[in-house]
């Protein structure tokens, strides 16, 4: 079994900025492909960023130029940096990693998810 366990949501302003991170632990040989998503109220859940084991990043339109993903291999811990935050990015944000666990299965596994509000 693996955990990601998500920190660093909150309040902030418009305009602010926040970090969130997602240290995975638990059996891992390794980690693939991890991501953030977000879930406004009302809407479905959508793809934030992601980036793969080699570093290449994908990013959905709205977030481009204001929110960068990066990972730390050596801690299992992927980050997000959301800067120039705006109201419409409030939601909860959930953390995704494909997983080669130690039995070299490969399962998908998310985060409890963290709450982000920016006030305007």
């Known amino acids: 079994q693996v955990q990601l366990a998500e920190s660093g949501g909150g309040l902030v302003q418009t305009g602010g900025s926040l970090r969130l991170s997602c240290a995975a632990s638990?059996?891992?040989?390794?980690?693939?492909?991890m991501g953030w998503y977000r879930q406004a109220p009302g809407k479905q859940r959508e793809l934030v960023a992601q980036i793969g084991s080699l570093g290449f990043t994908n990013y959905a339109d709205s977030v481009k130029g204001r929110f960068t993903i990066f990972r730390d291999n050596a801690k299992n811990t992927v980050y997000l940096q959301m800067n120039s935050l705006k109201p419409e990015d409030t939601a909860v944000y959930y953390c995704?990693?494909?997983?080669?666990?130690?039995?070299?299965?490969?399962?998908?596994?998310w985060g409890q998810g963290t709450q982000v509000t920016v006030s305007s």
């Open positions: 995704n990693a494909v997983v080669t666990e130690r039995s070299r299965l490969t399962n998908d596994y």
């Open positions: 638990g059996r891992i040989f390794s980690l693939n492909g």
